[in-house]
């Protein structure tokens, strides 16, 4: 497929809405498309960045080949380098095969490294390396192999900070950045709200599908949305659900925006869901009854009651997140490691990412 052949509208259905935001997201889509720089997507998380890079690798002369995704953050730090660059049979312990890294899987095509500023700072000096000489060398091998694969990166986070930190690469930021893009919050185009519902309605059951009043639609637009269009996606699902084949009015929506508002306590709440309860709070959502006061006399088990707290928001951060742990652990303002230990000792699951 060659350079243009994708017309407007193929574009527009994968880029949702006809707000100036996302008609300059779709402008700078065609723009990055035609050369094979690495582009670096920023935004925040839920915003739609994988689908951006999605596109640009749909829209450019690399289309009829390989797209891979990464998520570098959902892959424990020692074995990234495999899933990466691949790895003979016996490497390491439970090395029992020959594997294709995503770079080799990935060849004349696009590789899409998701939560770049999440890898290890040794593994940065090693992708550096291999964008810089295009070659891999699989874990256990001395062989190296050519590559011809575009990169496109995403962050959420601001990795000027990180830079300044010493945690992020300054010479792999512009290396990987040669564009940078932003993708807008979805609070930066409500305008699009119909546009996407109707999107994610698109594919449901006749009897699935809701309506929303004017008043319902109009609280929408009014929501701060900090999971971007991933919640937004979430809601739909959730309406159609419980609600299938209604027209839902305001308190209808008020109540499907914030599923866990109940089970919250009020108190000891992350600052990162600040928006969250104030939204909750403006429309008049009943707040959680606080922690009962232990009885005089009686004493109060502190540290399981600290547990429990913990527990539940560490719960409510993994929903607001879509189940994505380094998302999850900024909303609790925790290392991502810190919560991946924290959720071993309650026995919560791991969610795929």
Sequence with gaps: ??????????????????????AQLRDMIRRVARSNASVMLCGPSGSGKELVARAIHDEG???????????CGA??????????FGHEKGSFTGAHARRIGHFEASEGGTLFLDEIGDMRF????????????RTIVRV???????????????????LGAAIADG?????????????????????????DI?????????????????????????????HRWPGNVRELRNFVERASVLHGGETLGADDVVILLNPTAALAPRHAVPSSFAAVRASADDCGVPAAPHTKAPAPGRPIDLKRE?????????????????????????????????LIEKMRKYGVQQQAA
């Design 1 to 22: 497929m060659t350079v243009g052949q994708n017309n407007n509208a193929a574009l527009e259905t994968l880029i949702i809405g006809s707000s100036a935001a996302a």
């Design 61 to 71: 002369a690399r289309a009829g080949k390989a797209f891979s995704a990464i998520n």
């Design 75 to 84: 892959i424990p730090g020692d074995l990234i380098e495999s899933e990466l």
């Design 122 to 133: 040794d593994m940065q000096v090693k992708l550096l390396r291999v964008l810089e000489e």
């Design 140 to 158: 256990g091998s001395s062989d190296v192999k050519a590559i011809d694969v575009r990169v496109i990166s995403a962050t959420h986070q601001d």
């Design 167 to 191: 945690k992020f690469r300054e010479d792999l930021f512009f290396r990987l950045g040669v564009v940078v893009l932003q993708v807008p919050s979805l609070a930066s185009r409500v305008e």
């Design 194 to 222: 119909p546009a996407l519902i109707r999107h994610f309605q698109r594919k449901m059951p006749g009897e699935a599908k809701c309506r929303f009043d004017g008043e319902a639609m109009a609280l929408l637009m009014q």
């Design 306 to 338: 600290i547990e429990t707290i913990e527990l539940e928001q560490i719960h409510v951060a993994l929903d607001l997140a879509d189940g994505i742990i380094s998302e999850a652990a900024r909303l609790l303002t925790l290392k991502r490691t810190t």
